[in-house]
Structures are given as C-alpha cells and as structure tokens.
C-alpha cells in the first residue's frame, strides 16, 4: 500500500495520523495521564514551581513504567468478520469478529481494535487538485460559505476477547456507526494488549481485507400523493426477464391464424386435439421516475449528500407491490435503475444510491435527455434537484408540456434568499418543496 492510498485513507495529514498512533496506542486514561504529564512539564520549567516538575516526574515514571511492563505483542493469530450484507449512514450497526490463536501459548487479556475510516473517495474525486484549490479559493472569498461534509476522526472499536487456548477461536462483537454512504473498505484488524497499569496498548496487525455497502440516511416519508395515471407498459410484468411481450394471462382460446408460437398452450393441444392458445390483455399500471440531480462543482457537499437521502427515502416510500419506479441519473454514463412488480428491489436502487458521485464533466441537458426519451413510459416524476436555475426550470417546463405530473424536491447548494417563484409549476405550486439539509427529517415528515 503506497503512501498515497495511506493518506486518503487514514488521515489526510500529519497531525491527523499522529493523533491515531495516539488513539492506539494509549487508552483514555493514558491519554488524560500523557496530557497531564504535557501540561506539568510545560509549567516545571518555571524553577519556583516545583510542583509542576515533581507531577512530571511522577507521570512521566507512570507511564514509562506502564511501556515498559507490555513489552512487545508476540503471536500469530487469524481473524475473520461476519458482516451485515449492507448497514446505513449514521445508523449503528454490529459485526462480530473471530479471533484464533495460532501459537502454542494461552493467550489472556486480549482485545480486537479496529478503525474505521469511512468510504474512500473514487477515483475522480482523489483528481482535478487545481479544480479543487480553485473551488475552496472561492468558497474562501465568500461571505457565506455553502455547507460542505465534514472530515470525521476515524471510529475506534474495541471489544474484549476470552481467554484463548493454543488454536482456540474466541469471538468479539464489536459495536460501530458510519457517517458516509459508499463502498467501505476493511483492510487489517488490531488485536491488542493492555498493560497491567491500563495505561499504554501494544497490538499486532492482522490483514483482513473485507468491503461492506453503507447505504445513504434514509428518514420517515408519510404516503404521498402522487401525480399520474396507469400507462400501458410494453412487456408487461415480465420486462426483468427479457421475454418480449407478458401481458396479463385471462383465458384459454382456439389458435387464429398470426398468433405467436410461444402462446401456444401445449397441454390443451395435447387433451383436446386441436391447438390452443393462451388469450392476454394488456396490461395498465403506474411507474413514476425518480430524478436525481448529480451535477454540481465540489467533490462534497453536503446538499448533495441530503438529496441522496432524499432519493433513498422516496424509494423506499413508495408503494412498489402494484407499480414500477425508475432511478434516473447521470454519472460517467446515464443510468436506468428499475424495481417493482418482481422487476427488482428497492434494495438495488439503494445500493446504487450509495455510490453515485457527483458529475463535473457533463452538462445538466445530458440528464434531461435522458428523461424526455423515458417520458412516454412513465405515469408521474419525482425530481429532486440541487437548484432552481433557468436550466433546470426549462427542464421541468418540458416535462409539463408533455402532460406529465411532476413533483419538484429543490435542495440548494446555497440557501434562497426567499421564496423560489413555482415557473412551470404554478398551476400547482405545492408541487415544489425547498428541502433544508439540515432540517431533512422534519421537512419530509411534513409532505403530503
């Protein structure tokens, strides 16, 4: 692992990593006793204060004697986590972790550490630095600065271990939270040991690569109203297996000259003696598309991050037994994601929504493309965008025109300085929402 992948992973400066070697090797309170320790030794060099200097002593004497009893960590030992298939953002989860002791001596006192760090930026967020000096340069000379995602000190979780035995496997449940959506990549494992002071850890590292999904925060939506009717659906129900044409089945019927092969019933030519063919109708049933906006200048924000909570939470809002919904979205390329009616899962669409990124290098009329050529399929949209421009108010005003209900979700990059004006919305001016990243739950509990 080179220094570079190092850095976007545990910290992304010195100081940063210096504080976990802190954070590791010391416990609470060794950490409190190394402060008090600092803090004496800032004071003793005034000569008039001898006690500051005979606290030093004392401390520093602590805790060179606690490094001095744990030694150095011996052993081999395996480690294996039994993961959840995916957790969500901000939500705590456990996982257990199984530890076998690999040598010939029983091994007491020990516990499991590890970091998380959070998901890794991909790779088109790691480039453009000129880009990204030029955006904090800007972001700098405001007055307001727009809200971005905070850098979060990665989570340390511990959990005892038993006594193990020479290859006994003891078990620990470790208790963890994520605060970023995305791909989470566990690399190593610490099994450690405490000195008898509880001062000062010593650990060995066991490599223990493993990924888990972290699925965006999702909150409470209550059942909306949404706009639309039934639309004819080409293919039917069976639009996930590829298989042409699946209306709805009604009834058996005598073969007519021009009816496909593959309708034929088998079983009834084979009893009555004369072809038999299976009769469908066609079949009528809603499918919203749901529009998500990626297209914004810096690698994190944290509007964009709430607009992907708000897709996650539309998603699972949605009544999906009886209708089709549609994840519409463009990132390197423009995706279709689809579930209901046996198509797919709600679960699909949120594993995508936990790695969309935001889009630099395309224009916003990539997007609209997208959705115009779906527009005839669908019964209603659901937009949820990052402004409310011009370009994005002719997106919606084409939408009108083609006769499709649209609800509009507006989360700013930049707080309005008012009330935005409905435009193409005005004959249905509750159809657009101002969502506040910071109020998101409350907000969408509110909607009807």
Same mark, same amino acid.
């Given at each position: 692992?080179?220094?570079?992948?190092?850095?976007?992973?545990?910290?992304?400066?010195?100081?940063?990593?210096?504080?976990?070697?802190?954070?590791?090797?010391?416990?609470?309170?060794?950490?409190? @006793?190394?402060?008090?320790?600092?803090?004496?030794?800032?004071?003793?060099?005034?000569?008039?204060?001898?006690?500051?200097?005979?606290?030093?002593?004392?401390?520093?004497?602590?805790?060179?004697?606690?490094?001095?009893?744990?030694?150095?960590?011996?052993?081999?030992?395996?480690?294996?986590?039994?993961?959840?298939?995916?957790?969500?953002?901000?939500?705590?989860?456990?996982?257990?972790?199984?530890?076998?002791?690999?040598?010939?001596?029983?091994?007491?006192?020990?516990?499991?550490?590890?970091?998380?760090?959070?998901?890794?930026?991909?790779?088109?967020?790691?480039?453009?630095?000129?880009?990204?000096?030029?955006?904090?340069?800007?972001?700098?000379?405001?007055?307001?600065?727009?809200?971005?995602?905070?850098?979060?000190?990665? @989570?340390?979780?511990?959990?005892?271990?038993?006594?193990?035995?020479?290859?006994?496997?003891?078990?620990?449940?470790?208790?963890?939270?994520?605060?970023?959506?995305?791909?989470?990549?566990?690399?190593?494992?610490?099994?450690?040991?405490?000195?008898?002071?509880?001062?000062?850890?010593?650990?060995?590292?066991?490599?223990?690569?493993?990924?888990?999904?972290? @699925?965006?925060?999702?909150?409470?939506?209550?059942?909306?109203?949404?706009?639309?009717?039934?639309?004819?659906?080409?293919?039917?129900?069976?639009?996930?297996?590829?298989?042409?044409?699946?209306?709805?089945?009604?009834?058996?019927?005598?073969?007519?000259?021009?009816?496909?092969?593959?309708?034929?019933?088998?079983?009834?030519?084979?009893?009555?003696?004369?072809?038999?063919?299976?009769?469908?109708?066609?079949?009528?049933?809603?499918?919203?598309?749901?529009?998500?906006?990626?297209?914004?200048?810096?690698?994190?924000?944290?509007?964009?991050?709430?607009?992907?909570?708000?897709?996650?939470?539309?998603?699972?809002?949605?009544?999906?037994?009886?209708?089709?919904?549609?994840?519409?979205?463009?990132?390197?390329?423009?995706?279709?994601?689809?579930?209901?009616?046996?198509?797919?899962?709600?679960?699909?669409?949120?594993?995508?929504?936990?790695?969309?990124?935001?889009?630099?290098?395309?224009?916003?009329?990539?997007?609209?493309?997208?959705?115009?050529?779906?527009?005839?399929?669908?019964?209603?949209?659901?937009?949820?965008?990052?402004?409310?421009?011009?370009?994005?108010?002719?997106?919606?005003?084409?939408?009108?025109?083609?006769?499709?209900?649209?609800?509009?979700?507006?989360?700013?990059?930049?707080?309005?300085?008012?009330? @935005?004006?409905?435009?193409?919305?005005?004959?249905?001016?509750?159809?657009?929402?101002?969502?506040?990243?910071?109020?998101?739950?409350?907000?969408?509990?509110?909607?009807?």
């Amino acid at each position: 692992m080179g220094w570079r992948t190092r850095r976007l992973q545990g910290g992304q400066s010195g100081p940063h990593r210096f504080r976990r070697w802190l954070r590791l090797r010391f416990t609470p309170t060794g950490l409190a @006793l190394l402060v008090a320790m600092l803090l004496s030794g800032t004071l003793g060099f005034d000569p008039d204060n001898s006690v500051a200097y005979q606290a030093f002593t004392l401390l520093f004497g602590v805790l060179l004697a606690s490094a001095t009893a744990a030694g150095w960590m011996r052993g081999r030992f395996e480690v294996e986590r039994v993961l959840p298939r995916f957790v969500t953002a901000g939500v705590p989860f456990r996982y257990r972790v199984r530890v076998r002791n690999r040598t010939r001596r029983t091994q007491q006192g020990l516990t499991v550490l590890e970091e998380l760090v959070g998901p890794v930026p991909g790779a088109q967020e790691r480039g453009g630095r000129l880009r990204q000096w030029w955006g904090r340069l800007r972001r700098t000379l405001r007055t307001k600065r727009p809200l971005r995602t905070p850098a979060l000190m990665p @989570l340390l979780c511990q959990a005892p271990l038993p006594v193990l035995a020479p290859n006994q496997i003891g078990e620990a449940t470790l208790e963890a939270v994520v605060w970023r959506r995305g791909l989470l990549e566990l690399r190593e494992v610490l099994v450690a040991r405490t000195d008898p002071f509880g001062l000062v850890r010593v650990f060995r590292r066991v490599p223990a690569p493993q990924k888990l999904v972290v @699925l965006p925060r999702r909150y409470f939506v209550p059942p909306l109203a949404l706009p639309g009717l039934p639309r004819y659906q080409l293919g039917g129900v069976a639009l996930a297996s590829q298989v042409g044409q699946s209306d709805e089945f009604i009834s058996l019927r005598d073969y007519r000259r021009g009816d496909p092969i593959r309708h034929i019933h088998w079983r009834s030519w084979a009893k009555v003696g004369r072809p038999i063919v299976r009769e469908f109708e066609d079949e009528f049933f809603v499918r919203h598309a749901l529009v998500l906006d990626t297209f914004m200048p810096w690698e994190h924000h944290e509007a964009f991050e709430a607009a992907v909570s708000v897709a996650a939470s539309l998603a699972c809002s949605l009544p999906l037994q009886e209708s089709l919904l549609d994840l519409l979205f463009v990132g390197p390329d423009a995706y279709c994601v689809t579930a209901g009616r046996g198509v797919g899962h709600v679960d699909q669409i949120l594993e995508i929504l936990a790695a969309v990124r935001p889009c630099h290098h395309r224009p916003f009329h990539a997007l609209e493309q997208v959705v115009l050529e779906h527009a005839p399929l669908v019964s209603g949209c659901l937009c949820i965008l990052l402004g409310w421009d011009g370009v994005r108010r002719r997106f919606i005003e084409r939408l009108v025109q083609r006769d499709i209900p649209t609800r509009v979700f507006v989360v700013p990059l930049e707080p309005p300085a008012g009330p @935005l004006d409905p435009g193409p919305l005005r004959a249905h001016p509750e159809w657009l929402c101002v969502l506040d990243p910071r109020q998101l739950e409350v907000q969408l509990a509110r909607l009807t």
